[in-house]
Nanobody, 115 residues
Framework: VQLQASGGGLVQPGGSLKLSCLVS????????MGWYRQAPGKKRELVAT???????NYADSVKGRFTISRDIAKNTVALQMNSLKPEDTSVYYC??????????WGQGTQVTVSS
C-alpha cells in the first residue's frame, strides 16, 4: 500500500496551496481518509478527515480556510488550503484507514508559509 502526497511548497501568508494524495496498492475499500500535520518539536495533529459517505471533520484552527475533498473511485484525497498563515507551516501527512482499522500514512509533504 502506498500513499503518495504532493502539492506542498513555499507560499506567502494569505496565499493558497492544494495538497493531493493518491492511495494505491489496496485490495480493500477505504473508510476514512485525512490530512494531519506535524511541526518541528510538536505532536502530529489532525487537520481534516473525510469518510466514505462524506462526513467531514476539521480542526478548529483550519475551519473556514481549508477544504478537504475525496474521489472514492480514484482513491484520492485533496486539501485546498486558503488564507494560509505562518502557523500552518508543517509537514503534512495523508492517512488512509480501512474498515478493519488498518492505517496507512503517506511520506509527508512540506508546507512553508513565510514572507
Amino acid at each position: 500500500v502506498q500513499l503518495q502526497a504532493s502539492g506542498g511548497g513555499l507560499v506567502q501568508p494569505g496565499g493558497s496551496l492544494k495538497l493531493s494524495c493518491l492511495v494505491s496498492g489496496t485490495g480493500f475499500s477505504i473508510n476514512v481518509m485525512g490530512w494531519y500535520r506535524q511541526a518541528p518539536g510538536k505532536k502530529r495533529e489532525l487537520v481534516a478527515t473525510i469518510t466514505n459517505v462524506g462526513a467531514i471533520n476539521y480542526a478548529d484552527s483550519v475551519k473556514g480556510r481549508f477544504t478537504i475533498s475525496r474521489d472514492i473511485a480514484k482513491n484520492t484525497v485533496a486539501l485546498q488550503m486558503n488564507s494560509l498563515k505562518p502557523e500552518d507551516t508543517s509537514v503534512y501527512y495523508c492517512k488512509a484507514e480501512s474498515w478493519s482499522g488498518l492505517v496507512y500514512w503517506g511520506q509527508g509533504t512540506q508546507v512553508t508559509v513565510s514572507s
